[in-house]
């Protein structure tokens, strides 16, 4: 039996800073934008670009995370899903809007001396489902043991 696909991986950079709200539930949701650009040339040999926004939404502690750490121009990697809802609006109108269900996010931006340190840095958010591939690190790979405390 074949299994279906819906993912989407983008890497690009934040168009305003994320925003941030609670369901009725309590559960932490913050939604963002991504611009992502690509370059090339025509027939020609002009040089044309394009950019396109994809509209980003997380949920519970990666929604907090990426409240916490992101802002507007950080440059991101996002995994998820494409969902479309729809809506009526109070004339009738029906609208869409599609946006990519985030299940994964690592910041690119390289940390500035402020926020760095060797003890206590996180590595990047990954959804707990999710599972390292070979060559890749888990979580436990940057464990520090007390034989690893240099004093």
Same mark, same amino acid.
């Given at each position: 039996? #074949?299994? +279906? %696909?819906?993912?989407?991986? !983008?890497?690009?950079?934040?168009?305003? +800073?994320?925003?941030? &709200?609670?369901?009725?539930?309590?559960?932490?949701?913050?939604?963002? $934008?991504?611009?992502?650009?690509?370059?090339?040339?025509?027939?020609?040999?002009?040089?044309?670009?394009?950019?396109?926004?994809?509209?980003?939404?997380?949920?519970?502690?990666?929604?907090?995370?990426?409240?916490?750490? %992101?802002?507007?121009? $950080? &440059?991101?990697?996002?995994?998820?899903? %494409?969902?479309?809802?729809?809506?009526?609006?109070?004339?009738?109108?029906?609208?869409?809007?599609?946006?990519?269900? #985030?299940?994964?996010?690592?910041? %690119?931006?390289? &940390?500035?001396? &402020?926020?760095? $340190?060797?003890?206590? =840095?996180?590595?990047?958010?990954?959804?707990?489902?999710?599972?390292?591939?070979?060559?890749?690190?888990?979580? =436990?790979?940057? #464990?520090?043991? =007390?034989? +690893? !405390?240099?004093?």
């Amino acid at each position: 039996m #074949a299994k +279906d %696909l819906n993912k989407v991986m !983008i890497i690009g950079r934040l168009g305003k +800073d994320p925003e941030m &709200r609670y369901t009725p539930g309590g559960s932490p949701v913050t939604t963002f $934008s991504v611009a992502t650009g690509r370059q090339w040339k025509d027939g020609s040999g002009e040089v044309h670009e394009e950019t396109e926004w994809f509209n980003v939404v997380t949920w519970n502690k990666l929604a907090e995370i990426c409240h916490e750490h %992101l802002r507007k121009s $950080s &440059r991101v990697y996002i995994e998820g899903r %494409l969902q479309t809802r729809h809506w009526e609006d109070q004339n009738g109108v029906t609208h869409y809007r599609t946006e990519v269900v #985030a299940s994964d996010m690592i910041m %690119l931006d390289s &940390r500035g001396p &402020r926020e760095s $340190s060797h003890y206590g =840095d996180e590595p990047p958010y990954h959804h707990p489902d999710h599972r390292p591939q070979r060559g890749q690190q888990s979580k =436990d790979d940057f #464990a520090i043991g =007390d034989e +690893d !405390i240099p004093f």
